[in-house]
């Protein structure tokens, strides 16, 4: 019966070494929680995945708190402005109502409206708008390698490019805009 006993011992405690390191080896073989596809291992995880990992969400929160504060918060961000965009034969400024950033609505619509006149051979490498007593006064930059220069635009594309932005700034009548100036650099631009 002795014997029984130190041969039982001796059986057991490797079985428990060998249950102990199975069910470590268990918890890491599966880089994706839940996942049993072994491919999914060899995958490079992008930096959101990464961020993911190191700042992990406490479990105990739930997610709907997070979720309608998000909510909230976007729909403060964007206001609806109308623009207007010439048409092809630029004969007419036509509205269109998008959403722009509302810390900055101004300018942003002006960089909406900028962004449709960049072509290959004329672009702008930045832009200024300064409001004061109802009078936006537009800075813009040409690029300094483009092949084309502010006075050199045909009267359709002047038209496109300042009829836009004079009626888009004039017509938004939350901004109280009555009159926009156009400078290059700080020198009006004289049209």
């Known amino acids: 019966m002795n014997k029984t006993i130190n041969t039982g011992k001796r059986y057991i405690f490797p079985v428990i070494v060998v249950a ?11 880089p994706n929680p839940g996942s049993t596809d072994s491919t999914t291992a060899n995958i490079t995880p992008s930096p959101t995945q990464s961020t993911a990992r190191l700042n992990p969400q406490p479990r105990n929160e739930s997610p709907a708190p997070q979720q309608s504060s ?5 729909a403060d961000k964007t206001v609806n402005v109308t623009l207007y965009t010439s048409d092809t034969q630029c004969q ?9 950033p509302a810390q900055e609505p101004v300018t942003a619509a002006v960089g909406k409206i900028l962004e449709q006149r960049d072509s290959a051979d004329f672009s702008f490498s930045g832009y200024r708008v300064n409001l004061k007593n109802g009078v936006a006064t537009v800075d813009l930059r040409v690029t300094p ?4 220069r502010i006075n050199s635009l045909s009267s359709c594309e002047q038209f496109a490019l300042f009829g836009s932005l004079r009626k888009t700034l004039t017509s938004n009548p939350q901004w109280g805009i009555k009159n926009v100036r ?6 009006e631009i004289i049209l």
């Open 182 to 187: 156009f400078t290059e650099k700080g020198k």
């Open 145 to 148: 390698n483009s092949q084309r």
């Open 92 to 100: 007419e400024l036509i509205p269109q109502t998008v959403a722009v």
């Open 70 to 74: 998000t909510d909230n918060s976007n």
């Open 20 to 30: 102990m390191v199975a069910s470590l080896s268990s918890c890491s073989s599966s």
